[in-house]
T-cell receptor, first 112, second 113 residues
């Protein structure tokens, strides 16, 4: 079974530029999560989708971050404009109705 | 709010040494508890979990027991290997409709041959 796919793996941008990350969850997983992991910290949930609806986006900085999950399958997370403090690893995870979340390898973003 | 506090690292051990990584939690409800492991260059993987008090999760020689009275979920392994070198995250999830995980800050483990 294929795991959670993410791209790109690495991205370097200047502050105030825009960037987008892509995630393809495990086939059949209805729930998709985006986490932000700042160096030296644990992952922090940004947004959770159930199929193509948003379950929780309370920690998403909506003035600059947006996410969508069209057709309830793959998802895109966008940052516009980026700030220095957005430098982090962005993790995508998916799950069924069980407790287990399956994580992708992450996208490491560096904002200069 | 919900939170997880982990033993600060990094931790460096010799091969075959005994490992303990401490984890304590604060939760508004009755949580499920998890240990995730992140090997270099890879995503997080579930290592083990426990869903109720006194449950013991185990996998790959690692164990952790859900202690409600001390709000703890310490990770242990009797004999570590070089291949266990990774970052270990303790996490909780409070029951409810959303299945969000709250993570600790992670503990870097290095095992030397």
């Amino acid at each position: 079974e294929a795991g959670v796919a993410q791209s790109p793996r690495y991205k370097i941008i200047e502050k105030r530029q825009s960037v987008a990350f892509w995630c393809n969850p495990i086939s059949g997983h209805a729930t998709l999560y985006w986490y932000q992991q700042i160096l030296g910290q644990g992952p922090k949930l940004l947004i959770q989708f159930q199929n193509n609806g948003v379950v929780d986006d309370s920690q998403l900085p909506k003035d600059r971050f947006s996410a969508e999950r069209l057709k309830g399958v793959d998802s895109t997370l966008k940052i516009q404009p980026a700030k220095l403090e957005d430098s982090a690893v962005y993790l995508c995870a998916s799950s069924t109705d069980t407790d287990t979340q399956y994580f992708g390898p992450g996208t490491r973003l560096t904002v200069l | 709010g919900d939170s997880v506090t982990q033993m600060e690292g990094p931790v460096t051990l010799s091969e075959e040494a005994f490992l303990t990584i401490n984890c304590t939690y604060t939760a508004t409800g009755y949580p499920s508890l998890f240990w995730y492991v992140q090997y270099p260059g890879e995503g997080l993987q579930l290592l083990l979990k426990a869903t109720k008090a006194d449950d013991k999760g185990s996998n790959k020689g690692f164990e952790a027991t859900y202690r409600k009275e001390t709000t703890s979920f310490h990770l242990e392994k009797g004999s570590v290997q070089v291949s266990d070198s990774a970052v270990y995250f303790c996490a909780l999830r409070v029951s409810g409709s959303a299945r969000q995980l709250t993570f600790g800050s992670g503990t870097q483990l290095t095992v030397l041959p």
